[in-house]
Structure formats: structure tokens, C-alpha cells
């Protein structure tokens, strides 16, 4: 796990480097535009649109309770499997978990530096730079959950109902935050993304 350790640390320190990286302005530059349209034509009436209590609430808990029960599944599969003596799983769980952690520690540092408002708030624009600290961009949610479902699909690749279901659950978590009123749309995109692009990293380069 040492070697692994260092590969992990690696890939978050190496993070903002390979973001910009001209090979992937393939993907990024389409990105960034959906997240610009999103911001400027789609978010606030998307939010808008759901305003049911009920809703909110069923929706809040639903997103909460999923990724909790994701986490928590990560950690039981862990720690059966080291005591089963299954390295393999042992090591594609823990992988799965160290993603959504460093997943989550990138989200925190993307939501200080934009500090936007969260839709639920008073008399919200969601306006960015606000002073509230952290804030709604990006979707954390989304972010531990994509990263959690990449690195298990890169793990089992061959195995379509684990890469399906493990991004079907993972976008079904981070599209819930809509109705519950937590973010705006362009929130979860870029937390997606970001899930995503941590998973990936992590379940390709750790090794199995």
C-alpha cells in the first residue's frame, strides 16, 4: 500500500497540472461551454421550477442517505475482503474511497474560491464570490460519488452491470440535489466532472 500511498498523493499533487494539459482541451473546452450556458440561461429557472417542501426534503434525503449508504458499502467491502483475505477487492474498495476523499478535498477548495450562493438560500441569485464561506459551486455530492463509481468502473471494466449501475447510482445521487433545491445544475455538472475525473485517475493508476 505504500507504493499505492505515493500514487495516490501524486495524482492529487499533479492535479492542477494535468487539468490543463492541451490534450485535454477535447473534453474540457465542451466542458466549460455547457457550464457557461448552464450558468447563464439554465440554472435559475431549472431550480425554480421545483417548489414543493415535500419534495425538497424527500429529494435532500434520498441524496444524503445514498452517498452515505455508497461510502458505507466502500468501507464494509474493505474491510470483509481484508479480513477474507481478497487483495484485490480490498484494494479496489479502498481505491474507490481514497477518490471520493481526494474528490471531495478538490470540491472544497473549488467551492471557497467561487463561494456561490446556494439556491436555497434567501433571496438567492446564486451569484458567485459571495461572502458566505464555500459555497454551491460545485455539487460535493456529486463529486464523492462520481469518483466513487469511476474508480470501481476502471476497476471492473468488464463487468457492465458494475460500471451501469455504479454510474447510474451515481448520477441518480447527483441529480437529486436539484429537486432538493442544494445546487444549481452547473453545480453538479462540474462536480461530476470533477468525481470523475479523481476516479479515473486513481482507478487506473493504483495498482489492482
Given at each position: 500500500m505504500g507504493r499505492d500511498g505515493k500514487t495516490m498523493l501524486h495524482g492529487f499533487a499533479s492535479a492542477p497540472r494535468n487539468a490543463v494539459r492541451l490534450k485535454n482541451l477535447a473534453w474540457e473546452l465542451p466542458a466549460a461551454a455547457a457550464t457557461g450556458l448552464l450558468i447563464a440561461k439554465a440554472d435559475r429557472p431549472t431550480v425554480n421550477r421545483f417548489q414543493s417542501l415535500s419534495l425538497q426534503h424527500d429529494a435532500g434525503l434520498w441524496s444524503d442517505v445514498g452517498v452515505g449508504l455508497e461510502l458505507g458499502a466502500g468501507g464494509i467491502a474493505w474491510v470483509a475482503a481484508c479480513a477474507e483475505d481478497?487483495?484485490?477487492?480490498?484494494?479496489?474498495?479502498?481505491?474507490?474511497?481514497?477518490?471520493?476523499?481526494?474528490?471531495?478535498v478538490i470540491n472544497l477548495g473549488i467551492k471557497e474560491?467561487?463561494?456561490?450562493?446556494?439556491?436555497?438560500?434567501?433571496?438567492?441569485?446564486?451569484a458567485f464570490f459571495s461572502r458566505s464561506r464555500a459555497g454551491s459551486f460545485t455539487s460535493?455530492?456529486?463529486?464523492?460519488?462520481?469518483?466513487?463509481a469511476a474508480a470501481i468502473a476502471h476497476r471492473y471494466p468488464h463487468k457492465p452491470w458494475v460500471v451501469w449501475g455504479s454510474y447510474g447510482l451515481a448520477a441518480?445521487?447527483?441529480v437529486a440535489r436539484l429537486p432538493a433545491k442544494k445546487h444549481y445544475p452547473?453545480?453538479?455538472l462540474v462536480g461530476a466532472i470533477v468525481g470523475y475525473a479523481t476516479g479515473t485517475y486513481l482507478g487506473n493508476h493504483v495498482t489492482p
Open positions: 481478497h487483495p484485490s477487492v480490498a484494494n479496489s474498495a479502498f481505491t474507490a474511497l481514497a477518490a471520493a476523499g481526494f474528490g471531495q474560491g467561487f463561494r456561490r450562493q446556494y439556491p436555497y438560500q434567501p433571496n438567492s441569485t446564486g460535493g455530492h456529486a463529486t464523492t460519488s462520481f469518483a466513487f441518480g445521487l447527483s452547473s453545480d453538479i
